[in-house]
């Protein structure tokens, strides 16, 4: 009745048209056809949820045969033949046709092929008698149906259920959970083998009867969106994207084909590069940015329903949604063709920023670049990115949160056209790029306690120190081909304790050897390092090791000059 009230304000002709029942999970599986609306989500409950839907079904069994447990609501609707949509719920019922699937793999295994086969058609798959066509007793959405048909459904000796694999993430979930339900039916088993076979039955009694969920029936589509809006499935609630496709949808009207086309395809596309169940929320956000304005994740959903007010506006954001979600994967993946027009240096550039620098916040910055600086910007944008980055690690100041607000507002400014350049953003983001007396300041007594970052750094320095062209751009390299040394040691002994530990992350303490180098110098004093760092192919190695002597006032000194190269090596505008 609580959410009759919450709707009726809005929604009051259409919600006295809800229908409530009270229902099983078996009964629901063994007497409908049912099938997930297209637009829903994939079969999304990890091994946890599975685990705790089992242990309450068990614990509410060993209660008693009088014992029930409500599982919460299905929310329904019907398509144009009136077939039953489940709106909400699939997770639930998805679940426990596996577990039912388990029991009659059971009867199978045991050779008791006659009561497999009745239970298989009463509650999984029947056949229809004029057409001889087998009917599964539920249907999942469009990425998951075809997998759950044959990993789920299909008979255990079937030569396609052997062979098939998971195509898509959910899929990989789908088999985690029948592989759960298969050791639970294990379990129930092997208490007592003898008694097996009542044992099942009694939890398949226990489905039928007492496992009972509200079952809603409502008119239409739209309202069902709107109610899915509130209600969640056990354990797992929604997210602001499963909230806004369906947002989306209600909005669409009679252009629902159109917007789940955008929908799906986005998807598809994202599926490429990542797991879309993080993925997803970030990329909408990121584009939101991008776009329209700075927002935390926790608002995402109800910012853009208020500035998504029409169902032009739906289409329109579906449409962008789908259309930029390849050139967000490409800025996640930098070796994407999208970058093959580009100059090297811009492929190089992405590398660094996804894989070491690992700079979150600049995403929705970089796909206002790709998609609205001139090829020619792209070029340059990209390298002066990376370098503001490492200006930032270095020199931190004003937050992150600040610093992706400016970026934000940068992002937005190059959609309007009001910034076309590398020059004019460099401009509208000074306040956040360190200008170079702070950068060399910060540079002069860095710590840095990533060793991968510590290696970027010095080779980039090495490089520059060698006088090569654009050295920022050294690859990743293979810690296992180059080491970081640290000079002096933690056992140091030949300064107090506390300047030690002070000095032993400055960069300027830090020195690349080859890997079979630094293995055999380790924690030895300086006189014994000082031949291996003289004979290393590393010009600033080389140089730590002709000095008669090394502590905490030469590693000041070293990490002076190497700012005086950091400040060429990263420029706000690379030459």
Sequence with gaps: MILVERHHRTMSSKIEQLEFGHESLGKALKERRLYVDVNQRSYAWEAEHVKDLFSDFENVISQGEHAEHFLGSIIATSDSNGKPKIVDGQQRLATTAMFLAAIRDHFYSIGDTERATAFNAQYLVSTDLHTMELLPHLNLNGFDNDYFRKRVLLLPDDPERKSVLPQHPSNELIDAAATLAAKQVKSIVQVNPASGTQRLMGWVAFLDARAKVIWVSVPDD????????????????????????????????????????????????????????????????????????????????????KNTNSKQKSIDLAASLFGEAKTYSAIINPGDDHWNPYR????????????????????????????????????????????????????????????????????????????????????????????????YADFAKARVSKNAIARYYLRVLEQQERGEK????????????????????????????????????????MVLLQATSNSTIGNSPFAQKQPTLIGSEFVLTRAVGQLPDWNSALIGQRQDRLAGLALKAWPILPR
């Design 470 to 509: 654009e050295p920022q751009f050294i690859p990743n390299d293979d810690p296992n081909e180059i080491n970081l040394e640290h000079v002096m040691t933690l056992n140091w002994t030949n300064e107090p304790e506390d300047v030690v530990r002070a000095h032993y992350r400055r960069l300027g303490n």
């Design 222 to 305: 739209n309202t069902a969106y709107v109610i899915f809006e509130t209600m969640n499935d056990r354990g797992l609630r929604l997210s602001a994207a499963d909230l806004l496709k369906n947002y989306l949808l209600a909005q669409s009207g009679d252009r629902v084909a159109e917007v789940q086309q955008h929908w799906f395809g986005m998807v598809g596309v994202l599926e490429a590069v990542g797991d879309t169940r993080e993925l997803l929320v970030t990329y909408i956000r990121h584009l939101w940015i991008s776009r329209e304005e700075h927002t935390k994740e926790k608002d995402l959903y109800d910012t853009i329903k």
């Design 344 to 439: 090297p240096e811009v492929r190089k550039s992405v590398e660094l920023l996804t894989d070491l620098l690992g700079v979150e916040q600049l995403r929705p910055l970089l796909l206002s670049v790709a998609n609205s600086f001139s090829k020619d910007e792209i070029n340059s944008a990209l390298p002066a990115i990376v370098n503001w980055s490492v200006r930032f690690l270095v020199s931190g100041g004003l937050g992150s949160g600040v610093v992706e607000m400016r970026y934000a507002k940068a992002a937005q400014e190059i959609r309007r056209g009001v910034i076309t350049t590398t020059a004019g953003l460099a401009e509208a983001l000074r306040e956040v790029i360190p200008a170079d007396s702070n950068f």
